[in-house]
């Protein structure tokens, strides 16, 4: 029997040169127990650090550092996560460039980091180019310390690591969904805190007839109908697919060919998924 602290990983991503294949494979491990309804506190903590540093790695090589603080609506789990992650790989630098992230996070009080997420990422927007100083760090620390490939041996060395073939690891996913004794009301409650992207994401799935497999990030970066737009990327049993909200309508884009419509939907109520 596989312990709950365990990292899990397939045999394939462990045999793999490629460096990014072992920390996608415990990130998707990770995504499929936080499917199933699994908390944090029912997951490796080891596990999670990885996945937040990943997370966190991604978010800054494609937006920096003010799109991590957004995306991840400075979340003080997420912080801690990749803050202990950054200390236990050993990666010096890069755990200095973010704690003088969080510092500059703390310089902005309250108000001021409450008023940036709240409001549109991008125009005239001082915080955010305040926040984006960071990433001139991080690219620096770069240079020196390969946060990929650190994650990467960190995870092949680590004493608790299982390497499962697929066929393991979703099995010992369903096992571990099977002792959670409340999952009617865990998903009943993830549901109702979802925040409005997800919600509408949910509701063009079902108008479209598509299975959502899972959400990847929002992408302040988009361009729709030459202008930019925070869009919500995501995948379907269809593909990957693009979420934007453009003048009080939700369209569903296919990520193939950014005009083709999908569908879409106006007037949303955030009751309307329930």
């Known amino acids: 029997m596989i312990p709950t602290d365990a990292i899990v990983v397939s045999t394939a991503s462990f045999a793999a040169a490629d460096s990014h294949r072992i920390v996608m494979s415990n990130a998707a491990f990770v995504d499929a127990l936080f499917a199933e309804h699994l908390t944090a506190e029912e997951i490796g903590r080891d596990a999670l650090r990885s996945y937040f540093v990943q997370y966190y790695l991604a978010q800054m090589e494609n937006g920096g550092f003010a799109q991590f603080v957004y995306n991840s609506n400075w979340d003080p789990?997420?912080?801690?996560?990749?803050?202990?992650?950054?200390?236990?790989m050993g990666v010096r630098m890069h755990q200095a460039v973010f704690l003088e992230g969080v510092t500059t996070v703390r310089q902005l009080r309250r108000d001021g980091l409450d008023e940036f997420l709240s409001r549109d990422y991008w125009g005239d927007n001082p915080?955010?180019?305040?926040?984006?100083?960071?990433?001139?760090?991080?690219?620096?620390?770069?240079?020196?310390?390969?946060?990929?490939?650190?994650?990467?041996?960190?995870?092949?060395?680590?004493?608790?690591?299982?390497?499962?073939?697929?066929?393991?690891?979703?099995?010992?996913?369903?096992?571990?969904?099977a002792t959670v004794p409340d999952?009617?009301?865990?998903?009943?409650?993830?549901?109702?805190?979802?925040?409005?992207?997800?919600?509408?994401?949910?509701?063009?799935?079902?108008?479209?007839?598509?299975?959502?497999?899972?959400i990847i990030a929002g992408d302040p970066t988009y361009i729709y109908e030459d202008a930019v737009t925070l869009a919500w990327r995501f995948v379907t049993d269809e593909g990957p697919h693009v979420m934007v909200e453009v003048d009080g309508r939700a369209i569903m884009l296919s990520d193939a060919d950014h005009e083709q419509i999908v569908c879409e939907i106006s007037g949303f109520d955030e009751g309307d998924d329930q």
């Open 127 to 177: 915080v955010r180019d305040r926040l984006d100083a960071v990433s001139d760090q991080f690219a620096r620390a770069c240079e020196v310390e390969d946060l990929a490939a650190r994650n990467a041996d960190w995870l092949r060395t680590h004493p608790k690591l299982h390497v499962l073939t697929r066929d393991e690891m979703e099995a010992e996913v369903r096992n571990r969904a």
């Open 77 to 88: 789990n997420v912080v801690a996560k990749v803050r202990d992650g950054l200390r236990t």
């Open 183 to 214: 999952t009617p009301q865990r998903l009943a409650a993830a549901r109702e805190r979802e925040p409005r992207p997800v919600k509408l994401i949910r509701v063009l799935c079902a108008l479209a007839g598509h299975e959502l497999e899972r």
